[in-house]
C-alpha cells in the first residue's frame, strides 16, 4: 500500500477559493466512500474537517467542502482566511479493514 | 468532551521494544467506537498504526503488523501501543484517536496531542 499522492503545496490569496487533490486507486479512494480529510496547524493535532468524501462534522464551517471523481477526491476552502493556513491530509478507506493517508499539502494564504 | 493523552518513553534506543499508552476521558471505551493509533514522523506525514475496539477486536497496517500490538483496558478507559524491534525510521509523533469505522462513516476524531518517540543509540 502507497501513500495517497497530495501535492506538496497550494496558495491563494485571503478571499480567494482553493482546491487540493488526493489521488489514490479503484482500491481507496476510486472504490469506498469513505474520503476524509484533516487540518493541522504546526504544533497541533489533526483536525477531522470532512468525511464521508463531502460531510462536514459539526462546528466545521461552511467554506470547506470536499468531493470526489473516480480516484480522485478534492477539498476546496472557498473565501480563504489567514487561520485556514496550515497542512491538510486526506485518509480513505483502503479494504481489508486498512487506512492509507495522503503525504498532505502545505496550503500559503499569501 | 472526548479527550486523549498519550504518554511514554521519548527516547528508546535502536531494536528495544517501545510502549505506549493513550488515556481517555469524557468517554468509556466500552461505548463504542474503534481507538486508532497514528504516527507522523518529524516533517512527514501520517501513517495509520491500527486500531482496536474494547471487545479486543484489532486491525494493524500491514506494513507493521509483524511489530506490533495494540491491546485496551476498558476499566481503566486505556489503550496501549507497543512496537517492538524499532529503528529509525519509528521515530514519529505517535498519536491515539477515537477512529469510527461504520458504512455511515470512517474518520478519526478527535486526536490526542501526540507524544514524541526518538529512536536513537
Known amino acids: 500500500q502507497s501513500a495517497l499522492t497530495q501535492p506538496r503545496s497550494v496558495s491563494a490569496s485571503p478571499g480567494q477559493s482553493v482546491t487540493m487533490s488526493c489521488t489514490g486507486s479503484?482500491?481507496?479512494?476510486?472504490?469506498?466512500?469513505?474520503v476524509s480529510w484533516y487540518q493541522q496547524h504546526p504544533g497541533k493535532a489533526p483536525k477531522l474537517i470532512i468525511y464521508g468524501v463531502s460531510q462536514r462534522p459539526s462546528g466545521v464551517p461552511d467554506h470547506f467542502s470536499g468531493s470526489k471523481s473516480g480516484d480522485t477526491a478534492s477539498l476546496t476552502i472557498s473565501g480563504l482566511q489567514a487561520e485556514d493556513e496550515a497542512d491538510y491530509y486526506c485518509c480513505s478507506y483502503a479494504g481489508s479493514y486498512t487506512w492509507l493517508f495522503g503525504g498532505g499539502t502545505k496550503l500559503t494564504v499569501l | 468532551q472526548v479527550q486523549l493523552q498519550e504518554s511514554g518513553p521519548r527516547l528508546v534506543k535502536p531494536s528495544e521494544t517501545v510502549s505506549l499508552t493513550c488515556a481517555v476521558s469524557g468517554y468509556s471505551i466500552s461505548s463504542g467506537y474503534y481507538w486508532g493509533w497514528i504516527r507522523q514522523p518529524p516533517g512527514k506525514g501520517l501513517e495509520w498504526i491500527g486500531a482496536?475496539?474494547?471487545?479486543?477486536?484489532?486491525f494493524y497496517n500491514p506494513s507493521l503488523k509483524s511489530r506490533v500490538s495494540i491491546s485496551v483496558a476498558p476499566s481503566k478507559n486505556l489503550l496501549s501501543l507497543t512496537l517492538n524491534s524499532v529503528t529509525a525510521a519509528d521515530t514519529a509523533v505517535y498519536y491515539c484517536?477515537?477512529?469510527?469505522?461504520?458504512?455511515?462513516?470512517?474518520?478519526?476524531?478527535?486526536w490526542g496531542q501526540g507524544t514524541l518517540v526518538t529512536v536513537s543509540s
Open positions: 479503484s482500491s481507496d479512494v476510486g472504490g469506498h466512500n469513505h
Open positions: 482496536i475496539h474494547h471487545s479486543g477486536n484489532t
Open positions: 484517536a477515537r477512529q469510527a469505522i461504520a458504512a455511515t462513516g470512517n474518520w478519526f476524531d478527535p
